[in-house]
Antibody, heavy 124, light 107 residues
Framework: EVQLVESGGGLVKPGGSLRLSCAASGFTFSNAWMTWVRQAPGKGLEWVGRIKSRSDGGTTDYAAPVKGRLTISRDDSKKTVYLQMNSLKTEDTAVYYC???????????????WGQGTLVIVSS | DIQMTQSPSSLSASVGDRVTITCRASQSISSYLNWYQQKPGKAPKVLIYAASTLQSGVPSRFSGGGSGTDFTLTISSLQPEDFATYYCQQSYSTPKTFGPGTKVDFK
């Protein structure tokens, strides 16, 4: 069974840092493109960023609001993807989900499954 | 970035009703459109990908349609477990944007 388990959330002051982890099992992690999506309290879903598999270059892309402050990395030996969060702002308060990008023919993709999420609260 | 809109933002319906949610993209996205269901306190779950392909295990009362800029999610006969918020998401380009959601509750 494919499983994603996020951890590392908590309360942090504005300007602070936090590192989230997403531990994966039940699939070939090294081949997977991993994505982080967040959801502010009572709000909708926001794509945060993505890291490709190492065989596809291991590159990252980020949403504009987090670029330069949030960094995605991966450790294939530990089957874990990370989200390093620096210079945090109150508007970064959200549940952070990791998910796998699934591809279908003709270049499309979707996200499945999702972890249970981890809550980050940025507040003084 | 591609902007996604949904209508309505919320709706109230009864068990057995046919429900249709609309999603519109700010530019053509071909059929690169996915639908997710999210229940309170839970992670989203994919229902439909590629605009009309039902994810394995999803009940056949869910269906999707459309291409280009206009898409629909239809629940043919609403069941009590369908109380949830539904999001569309485009996979045409990065960033992979989501619609604002449609909350379905029961009359």
């Amino acid at each position: 069974e494919v499983q994603l388990v996020e951890s590392g959330g908590g309360l942090v002051k504005p300007g602070g840092s936090l590192r989230l982890s997403c531990a994966a099992s039940g699939f070939t992690f090294s081949n997977a493109w991993m994505t982080w999506v967040r959801q502010a309290p009572g709000k909708g879903l926001e794509w945060v960023g993505r890291i490709k598999s190492r065989s596809d270059g291991g590159t990252t892309d980020y949403a504009a609001p987090v670029k330069g402050r949030l960094t995605i990395s991966r450790d294939d030996s530990k089957k874990t993807v990370y989200l390093q969060m620096n210079s945090l702002k109150t508007e970064d308060t959200a549940v952070y989900y990791c998910t796998i990008r699934r591809d279908y023919g003709s270049g499309g993709n979707w996200f499945d499954p999702w972890g249970q999420g981890t809550l980050v609260i940025v507040s003084s | 970035d591609i902007q996604m809109t949904q209508s309505p933002s919320s709706l109230s319906a009864s068990v057995g009703d046919r429900v249709t949610i609309t999603c519109r993209a700010s530019q053509s996205i071909s059929s690169y459109l996915n639908w997710y269901q999210q229940k309170p306190g839970k992670a989203p779950k994919v229902l439909i990908y590629a605009a009309s392909t039902l994810q394995s295990g999803v009940p056949s009362r869910f269906s999707g349609g459309g291409s280009g800029t206009d898409f629909t999610l239809t629940i043919s006969s609403l069941q009590p477990e369908d109380f949830a918020t539904y999001y569309c998401q485009q996979s045409y380009s990065t960033p992979k944007t989501f619609g604002p959601g449609t909350k379905v509750d029961f009359k």
